[in-house]
C-alpha cells in the first residue's frame, strides 16, 4: 500500500505540473523577462540532464549505483542472457525482461539481439531533446509563432509516456517505443514552446526540475508494471519475481 501510494502521488504531482505549465501557456506573463543569460542557462542545464539520461540508459548499474538504486539493470537496452529456473521450464533475461510471452510486447529484435522498446525509445528521444537543445538554446533555430502548438504537442507526448502502464495495454512493442522517443522528446518541446511563450528564466527552470520528476515517475511506473505482469503470471516458482 505505502508503495501504491508513492507511484499515485509521483502520478497526480507529475500530471498536476504539467497543467500548470500548460496554463500558463495560455496566460503567460504580459511582460517578457529581460535576462540575456536565459537561453545559455537554461539549455545547459536541460543539455546536461540529456546527456545523464542517455548515460544512465547505456550503462544504467554504474547509474543506479551513483544514485543508490537496486536493480541497475532494469532500464538498459543492452542484452544480459542467463537461465533463470521456472518450474520445469527455463527462461532467459533479456536485459531485464525474462524470455516470457507475457514480456513479448516489451522487446524487439535487431539481429539476433533482443531490445528493450521503452528504453531504446527513451535513448532515441534523448539523443533527439539534446540535439534540439543545442540547436535551439545555442543556435539559430527559431519557431516563431509555433510555441503554442509545440507546447501543446510535446504535453500529449509526455501525457502518453505516463499513462502507457496504467491505462493501455500496448502489444506492440513498436508502439512502446515510438510512445517512450516521444515521451523523452515531448519534454523538449514542452520547454521550447514555454520558453518562446514566456521567455521568462524562472519557468524555464521550473519545467527543467519538473522534467526530471516525469522521468523518476515513468520508471517507478515501468517497475510496477512489471510487477503488476509478474502478479498475474501463473508461473509461481519464477525466479524472475525476486529480481
Given at each position: 500500500m505505502p508503495r501504491n501510494f508513492a507511484i499515485v502521488f509521483f502520478l497526480a504531482a507529475s500530471l498536476f505540473g504539467l497543467s500548470i505549465i500548460m496554463a500558463l501557456t495560455?496566460?503567460?506573463?504580459?511582460?517578457?523577462?529581460?535576462?540575456?543569460?536565459?537561453?545559455?542557462?537554461?539549455?545547459?542545464?536541460?543539455?546536461?540532464?540529456?546527456?545523464?539520461?542517455?548515460?544512465?540508459?547505456?550503462?544504467?548499474?554504474?547509474?543506479?549505483?551513483?544514485?543508490?538504486?537496486?536493480?541497475?539493470?532494469?532500464?538498459?537496452?543492452?542484452?544480459?542472457?542467463?537461465?533463470?529456473?521456472?518450474?520445469?521450464?527455463?527462461?532467459?533475461?533479456?536485459?531485464?525482461?525474462?524470455?516470457?510471452?507475457?514480456?513479448?510486447?516489451?522487446?524487439?529484435?535487431?539481429?539476433?539481439k533482443s531490445l528493450c522498446a521503452g528504453c531504446t525509445g527513451l535513448l532515441l528521444g534523448g539523443l533527439a531533446a539534446f540535439v534540439g537543445t543545442v540547436l535551439y538554446f545555442f543556435g539559430n533555430l527559431?519557431?516563431?509563432?509555433?510555441?503554442?502548438?509545440?507546447?501543446?504537442?510535446g504535453a500529449a507526448g509526455v501525457v502518453l509516456?505516463?499513462?502507457?502502464?496504467?491505462?493501455?495495454?500496448?502489444?506492440?512493442?513498436?508502439?512502446?517505443?515510438f510512445i517512450n522517443a516521444f515521451f523523452a522528446f515531448g519534454a523538449f518541446l514542452v520547454l521550447v514552446g514555454i520558453d518562446e511563450i514566456a521567455q521568462n528564466v524562472f519557468m524555464d527552470?521550473?519545467?527543467?526540475?519538473?522534467?526530471?520528476?516525469?522521468?523518476?515517475?515513468?520508471?517507478?511506473?515501468?517497475?510496477?508494471?512489471?510487477?503488476?505482469i509478474c502478479r498475474i503470471c501463473g508461473v509461481k516458482a519464477c525466479e524472475f519475481r525476486g529480481l
Open positions: 495560455l496566460y503567460p506573463p504580459s511582460v517578457p523577462e529581460n535576462f540575456i543569460w536565459r537561453k545559455p542557462l537554461v539549455g545547459s542545464i536541460f543539455g546536461l540532464i540529456c546527456i545523464l539520461g542517455i548515460l544512465a540508459v547505456l550503462f544504467p548499474q554504474a547509474c543506479s549505483k551513483t544514485i543508490g538504486l537496486k536493480g541497475g539493470g532494469e532500464h538498459a537496452p543492452h542484452v544480459l542472457n542467463r537461465p533463470i529456473n521456472s518450474g520445469e521450464k527455463k527462461l532467459t533475461l533479456h536485459g531485464h525482461h525474462p524470455d516470457c510471452g507475457h514480456f513479448s510486447a516489451h522487446v524487439f529484435q535487431m539481429g539476433n527559431h519557431v516563431g509563432q509555433n510555441g503554442l502548438l509545440l507546447s501543446w504537442m509516456g505516463l499513462l502507457q502502464f496504467s491505462l493501455f495495454n500496448i502489444p506492440w512493442s513498436s508502439v512502446r517505443l527552470l521550473f519545467l527543467v526540475v519538473l522534467s526530471v520528476f516525469w522521468l523518476f515517475t515513468r520508471i517507478l511506473l515501468s517497475r510496477w508494471d512489471h510487477e503488476r
